[in-house]
């Protein structure tokens, strides 16, 4: 397929001209197309922000909710059906702030899905607040003398919680997105991929140039097996190594483990009720 | 030596003792032993919020014809220890009688003694107290020991064979010393066995609700532990394998409605059971649900609140909060079953009504009737037509396609070509983020409209008298069989009831319903009159009395016939006209 | 050449363009500059959910008198581009004129050209093309430039002295071009300035809410940002070291309100600010604080739901909401403020009534009221009786001792030598966690008995008009001032108004006016008349009629004078008696 | 002080008998007592579970609110009274599952707060459910055929997330237990300390028994400040360690940014509304 098989034409995007969101759409449809997903095939969850809006802006099924929640939609529509290929995308105030007990718990669950954050260090919809990834002293209309706070590591957190594929990339970098996005869609169980997005509007101290000066791609002897060295690398920063920090191939295949699912992978709404079985079920209410 | 005491027919039994040793386990020997020997039985439980310790209590009717609401009488008393004699002993009569093992309870000089320890010690198994007790029961009851055995063989299977073996011994002791007691004419049981009974299925209002989901189509739930809804959960885990349902535990109430949402959204049938606390969670969903249409059933079983409140009692405290909540305006409907058959039917219905209307549709129970036990004939298993309501999408599919009724039809991801698209901002027809506010104007509408089908679908009250009575006790969800019971004892011909299995939205013919009597009460446990409040809203007529309960227990329906009776004399033109007899 | 067009009085100016070039920036130097020039203001914004780009408004009305309602009609349109000149054009009426420039509008044959950038140009700054334009407004209206250059020199404080200069000569040459309008009789704007309103406040709605809320003794504010309630968390940040207040930004809303529950508990007066969807997920903690009796003060600033509906726009949607939702029975105070001066009367009084009652308080306002801009003669800063609600406490404090009002006295941890012990399970006196079903009745009681003074202390509706008259419309929240405006127009001295500041509770004597009218109509901001439906079930009186709005859109004056005069020709006996002067 | 002072006579405990929870309880009365803090001076708030009951057992103030909201409400009262000791206590499952995404904000906003974690690796009040620390294989009614998500790491989280002090004990070591707290207690910042706690009712797996073998104290080799090395020890399993894992003493001072406590650290309840200051503020609005 051809990125451009995803396009809607003519449609209105709401992003501002220059905004990041338009390089990770470029890269997301390109990666898509290469592996040859139809958009029959493919359902993106996302929450509310700027990041979110981006299904509505190509050829796939959406579930566009609430902020915050992708990831467990992503989850019941991948138990529901574990034929779809499922992304859950959002901001990093969407996915590490309102989100971050289902960042936390989707990890530990480990279902097929690729979890895209359009990391811009900022809460761009609502207009330039401190994100939870916003750096120290980042000065907003509500930090009104900086940011304080630690910012949140979500590589080092997802490796922390034994995550089994944990990225990072820049939306600059257009070539290594696209590979890495491929490897995130193609890998067998919970993918993160954090990824640094320029926001020309509320963010103007983490610019595209910034971002680009101030990051680099992990070298060929990095061991993206060894945890240890994986959060060794997660916590280093300016710069910051961009690419795939940790995988574990160990983990536990969720799908597998529902019962519905163990060796019989159809959709849920390709079965019907098993009044059989609830017969059977009920006539052992009748004796001990 | 006290005089014969003799109970017929309807014997309120209750069982007290701490929780974590073993009254659990004597409730459920005994009451599967006395519906395998045939009679019916309604038990109901009160327990405090403790794993171990405290004093808690199992109320068993066991009656010669069907029962199904729970009395405040004790006719037989079982303390299991000193507490719950003294905790229990304030509700007796003079009629009743206290079984018991007087080396445990000291200060109740007109207990019946029965060494339960020393049966127990004899039969090789000081633990085995409790069995002997359960064999007393039986005994008394006297029909055969057989089904006890059993019950025990299955009960302990894990157990050494020794101690099953012991255990069995206890029971037969007890049993011998039951059939003494009866023999020698200190206590005689007159309940009559109706054979058909021991075939009956067996249930918890929870395993109902439950059972019903799995009726409807469920074949996946997310939920949050939380007293009293956990019970339906653990059910649908139980059978998760051999019905085919997706279970998860999710990280909180959130993640489970949501999940519940995108399950239902990719062709499941989700639920999700919960308690007041984790529906507060779940508001957010709710309101999710009813902008993006997509169907939702949620359980939620009632407590009494605020907040932690009273976590293992029993409210209807929640009825404004299940219709209320959830920011913005868009449908719903709230089923409230009053029985265990109707647990299993509106839980039933409920996926049916969400798939069709696209709406949530949220059931509510308590724990009053999701714990309480008893026997019922069969089930309705006729199968319903679960699917239908979704169809497989062409290429030019648009999900929010504008409909005269409102309800658009819905595609499942996966099937079929088009692209489905859901989106919680207000959207066009294609379901993409829209600002258009003219189509703002038409989607609210269209939303709304379905209200108008929904109606029309709404179940029925149940009239339970005469229509033309001049008093009507309304009421809803759990205290159904209560009243019922209630007014069956009053047996005034100008008196009848109507129960609301459905809450929301309310059927058309209710406002002619209570403009009909001249009295009308409603029922409620809870402390402001929530339902009445909603008949006021929606018909105008007000409630001349409310008759609410708030401390953390159903009613009793006893209290109820009193307190009915009560407001009948004052409602009676002349008060001379009643006589005794009535009662 | 067009004729000669002049507006008098009060003046509804619209400009229009797209989000992020700079209709922020004329709004703000345009009502700055107008209202230092002695002109009373009233301006509310409609805008898209984007940061670029789309197509926003402004609605400035500009007078001789004091005005706090939007207008539907538009006497002067400023399109900043092509998209604005054809989204607003079609609500022009023939005595419009469209001010622009023409290099950048086509298709517009009617348009007052003035060429915006080429005197930018001219003036050296391309970008100043909107300053140049700000500058042909304040010729019209006549009075002096310096205020609109000093409001320059401000905003552009950041920028280089020769962008500065720059943009002061386009002001100039703006200002000139405006004068040559009048001048050349194309144009006059026929307004008297007050001298006094030059030294108003000047305040949008979230700055109200904000300002009373310090007024009102906040010194704690956790929220989530949340269109449209962050507004006023803003103002408070900005403010924080001024003023003494702890800003959190929380990581949820469920933190925001549970760090705020905490806050209140130790001492502080602490506020969250939300929308809808944040309210959702506080209402667990709602729940918790009607257990705890935990005063709390929530500002719930509505838009369209539901779900994420339409962000950044208006509605009354979230009334039964914020009433019944959290689980369990407890009150609650709601306000819904219908003006800025109310806004922040209310917001201030709100610490005080929960600190007093030690029950949560919500504050209902809207997008419209907190975007609207206006300019105010003074706000009332007379100390409240802000402490003297909590006490010292003794060795034997009892948090929850049972009190005849039901307001037991609050302690503090450190305050004294008792400790301070909340629960949210049901608690004895001591604050404990109990099972004693008896005291359950007592908190019951207790915590609902607060309602007898809450219910007292309730704030009065506010009528305006004969209090006999035959039909009554009743506000809430923002639409009352916009209903105030229209029943002027309409003079009508058998129509009245009652407006309700507070929702609930209902005021006692709110049966007894709404029983008078014979028409009794209910004006709202949302679908479905929530209201409305609360005064039927509290009062039994059905609203006759409702004018219900729920387009994401205020409603205007014009609007409501029409439907109006619609409705009263209907209720007149003999519609020949109505005569066309009345309007 | 002593311990016996923080005693509350004739209080009816709900544990069951050979419960963790009292050894954690006779744990933090010795720290407190060692540590000379008045009840007066101390809060403890709380969430719902077996846990979270523990303040209604000993003299203090208490905040006993919602399942999983102990650390939002501490936060609230700390910073409305930085003079108080503020303790937040709760269950694995209230501050790990539900209460999640407030573990990872307290942890980066860094509140002097000591965080007690009894961690028995079940949900015990609601009888028995898989918690997030469950181990695979642990069997539950609803966890039918066992858990098989990976256990939450709180250590490694925590330390990923640059806590200012982490570490775990188990209730059966009472004196270094009582170390631990007691440096928990009066660490300047976030404290979490991990307390393995035997459920005698409903985890039959993770005894006192088993906890006592399978876990041992960290030796003095250990360095602290070591983040990388904090987090090899945090991910070893089977022998567990034990001790303070990880100390961050650069992380900022939560209060010290809160403008009402520059220089100032009254508590809130002692200061009169300034409407002064807001008078000054709404001058500011009749001008420019
Ligand atoms: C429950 C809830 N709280 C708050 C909001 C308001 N809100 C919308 S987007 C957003 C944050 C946006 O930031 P981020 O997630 O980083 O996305 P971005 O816009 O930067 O892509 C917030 C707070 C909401 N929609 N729902
Ligand atoms: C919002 C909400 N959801 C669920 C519950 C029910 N609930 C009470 S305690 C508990 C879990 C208890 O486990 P844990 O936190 O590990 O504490 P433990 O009892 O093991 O000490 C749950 C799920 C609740 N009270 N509130
Ligand atoms: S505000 Fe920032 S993130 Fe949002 S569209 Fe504009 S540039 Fe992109
Ligand atoms: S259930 Fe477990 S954690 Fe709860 S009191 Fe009993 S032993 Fe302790
Ligand atoms: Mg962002
Ligand atoms: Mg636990």
């Known amino acids: 397929m051809n990125a451009t098989d995803y396009d809607r034409p003519g449609v209105d995007m709401a992003w501002c001209p220059g905004c990041g969101n338009f390089a990770i759409l470029k890269i997301l449809k390109q990666a898509l197309a290469e592996l040859d997903i139809p958009p029959q095939r493919l359902v993106v969850a996302s929450g509310i922000g700027q990041a979110p809006k981006t299904p509505h802006y190509f050829q796939t099924h959406l579930f566009n909710g609430l902020h915050g929640r992708a990831l467990p939609v ?27 007990n289902h960042f936390l718990h989707t990890v530990r669950r480990n279902p097929d899905l690729t979890h895209l954050v359009h990391n811009n260090m900022v809460y761009g ?36 919680l034994n995550a089994s594929f944990v990225a990072r990339t820049f939306a600059g970098a257009f070539e290594e997105s696209v590979a890495i996005f491929k490897q995130a869609l193609t890998h067998p169980g919970y993918a993160l991929v954090d990824i640094f997005q320029p926001c020309v509007t509320f963010n103007r101290v983490n610019t595209f140039q910034w971002f680009k000066e101030h990051s680099y791609f992990l070298g060929d002897n990095h061991n993206a097996e060894d945890r240890a ?60 | 030596m006290p005089p014969i005491r003799e109970f017929s027919e309807d014997i309120a039994l209750v069982i007290g003792g701490e929780a974590g040793r073993g009254i659990q386990t004597v409730e459920q020997l005994l009451t599967i032993a006395l519906k395998l020997s045939g009679y019916h039985i309604f038990a109901t439980k009160e327990y405090m919020s403790r794993i171990r310790g405290g ?65 127990a010690e004899q039969a090789g198994e000081r633990r085995a107290a409790n069995t002997v007790a359960v064999g007393v029961l039986l005994g008394l009851v006297g029909q055969g020991l057989e089904p006890l055995l059993a019950a025990l063989e299955q009960q302990f299977a894990d157990l050494d064979r020794s101690v099953i073996d012991a255990n069995l011994k206890a029971a037969r002791s007890g049993f011998e010393a039951g059939r003494n007691l009866v023999g020698e004419g200190r206590l005689a049981l007159c309940l009559q ?32 532990p939380m007293s009293p809804a956990t019970g339906a959960l653990l059910v649908l885990a139980r059978h998760a394998r051999e019905c085919g349902i997706v279970v998860e535990q999710a990280e909180d109430e959130i993640a489970a ?24 969670l779940m508001t957010e969903s709710l309101s999710l649900a009813g902008m993006t249409e997509t169907p939702l059933v949620i359980h939620l079983g009632q407590r009494p609140g605020p907040a932690t409140g009273l976590p293992t009692r029993t409210e209807q405290g929640d009825l404004e909060m299940a219709l209320y909540s959830g920011h913005g305006e868009y449908p719903r409907i709230l089923l409230a079953p009053g029985s265990h058959e109707q647990a299993f039917a509106l839980s039933r219905q409920a996926f049916d009504l969400a798939d069709r209307f696209q709406v949530p549709v949220i059931v509510l129970t308590d724990q009053y009737l999701l714990d309480a036990l008893t026997n019922l004939p069969a089930l309705d298993l006729e199968p319903l037509p679960v699917t239908g309501y979704t169809i497989e999408t062409g290429a030019d599919y648009r999900r929010y396609a504008i409909a005269e009724d409102g309800i658009s039809p819905r595609g499942i991801p996966g099937r079929g070509q088009g692209l489905v698209c859901v989106d919680s901002d207000e959207h066009d027809e294609d379901g993409h983020i829209s600002e258009d506010l003219a189509l703002r104007i038409r989607m609210v509408d269209k939303r709304l409209r379905k209200l108008v089908a929904m109606t029309e679908a709404a179940l029925p009250p149940e009239l339970d008298g005469h229509p033309h009575a001049d008093t009507l ?47 009308l009460i409603v029922v409620e446990n809870n402390a402001t009159g929530q339902f009445a409040g909603l008949l006021q809203r929606h018909t105008g007529r007000r409630a001349d009395h409310r008759i609410l309960k708030y401390d953390g227990l159903p009613f009793t329906v006893e209290e109820l016939t009193k307190t009915l009776r009560g407001l009948l004399d004052r409602y009676r033109p002349d008060p001379m006209e009643c006589c005794d007899e009535c009662d």
């Open chain 1, 74 to 100: 992503a989850t019941g529509i991948k138990a529901a059906n574990p034929e779809l290929l499922v992304i859950a995308q959002g901001g990093d105030g969407d996915m590490y702030g309102e989100g971050g």
């Open chain 1, 125 to 160: 919809l609502t207009k330039g607040q401190a994100s939870p990834t916003s750096l120290p002293g980042f000065v907003t209309p509500l930090q009104t003398e900086g940011v304080f706070q630690e910012p949140f590591n979500p590589l080092a957190a997802a490796i922390a």
């Open chain 1, 229 to 288: 060295q994986a959060f060794q690398r997660a916590i280093e920063s300016d710069p910051w190594p961009l690419g795939i920090f940790y995988r574990n191939p160990a983990r536990a295949d969720y799908i597998g483990h529902l019962a519905p699912f163990d060796g019989d992978r159809r959709p849920l709404h390709s079965r019907r009720p098993n009044l059989e079985a609830l017969a059977r079920v009920l006539q052992g209410k009748r004796a001990l």
């Open chain 2, 55 to 119: 004093s808690n209590s199992t109320q068993i009717r066991i009656a010669s014809r069907p029962v199904s609401a729970g009395l405040g009488r004790i006719d037989l008393l079982l303390p299991l220890d000193q507490k719950a004699l003294e905790r229990l002993r304030p509700g007796l009569r003079p009629e009743s009688v206290i079984l018991g093992d007087a080396e445990v309870l000291s200060g109740a000089e007109d207990l019946i003694h029965i060494p339960f320890g020393q049966l």
């Open chain 2, 193 to 224: 066995p109706t054979a058909a009974v021991a075939n009956d299925l067996f249930l918890t209002g929870s395993e109902a609700v439950a059972y019903g989901a799995i009726a409807g189509g469920c074949n996946f739930v997310s939920s949050y």
């Open chain 2, 257 to 280: 409605s949501n999940m519940a949402l995108g399950a239902w959204y990719a062709g499941a049938r989700a639920l999700v059971t919960t308690s007041g606390g984790g529906f507060d």
């Open chain 2, 473 to 519: 006790v309304v009421t809803w969800g759990s205290t159904c069989q209560i009243v019922r019971e209630a007014l069956r004892r009053l047996h005034e011909h100008d008196l009848a009831m109507l129960h609301f299995p459905q809450i929301y939205p309310l059927p058309k013919q209710t406002g002619d319903l209570l403009a009909r009597p001249r009295h």
